[in-house]
């Protein structure tokens, strides 16, 4: 099993800048994929960065150049770097991993984006 926690969310103006962190604890090993969704009150969940087991990254239409995703394995952590940020971005944020044994979630955290 494969613990999940965010954290780094906020209340930023439109222009600003966040770094999302997930912490990974528990059998991390044999991971296939990992990355970030985020969902608004209203809208369907969306994938917004994912990396690939062979370190391919993907980003949603409406964040690239703006995201940007990384991990760091020995720490076991996965980061994401969130820079111009619109109102639109306002969303929770949620981690995930994909292993043999399943998908796990971290417990979301909130970013907000004024305008």
């Known amino acids: 099993q494969v613990q999940l926690v965010e954290s780094g969310g906020g209340l930023v103006q439109a222009g600003g800048s966040l770094r999302l962190h997930c912490a990974a604890s528990?059998?991390?090993?044999?991971?296939?994929?990992m990355g970030w969704y985020r969902q608004a009150p209203g809208k369907q969940r969306e994938l917004v960065a994912t990396?690939?087991?062979?370190?391919?990254?993907n980003y949603a239409d409406s964040v690239k150049g703006r995201f940007t995703i990384s991990r760091n394995n020995v720490k076991n952590a996965m980061y994401l770097q969130m820079n111009s940020l619109k109102p639109e971005d306002t969303a929770v944020y949620y981690c995930?991993?994909?292993?043999?044994?399943?998908?796990?979630w971290g417990q979301g955290t909130q970013v907000t984006v004024s305008s």
């Open positions: 995930y991993t994909n292993t043999p044994w399943g998908r796990y």
């Open positions: 528990g059998n991390t090993f044999g991971v296939t994929s």
């Open positions: 990396f690939t087991d062979g370190d391919t990254i």
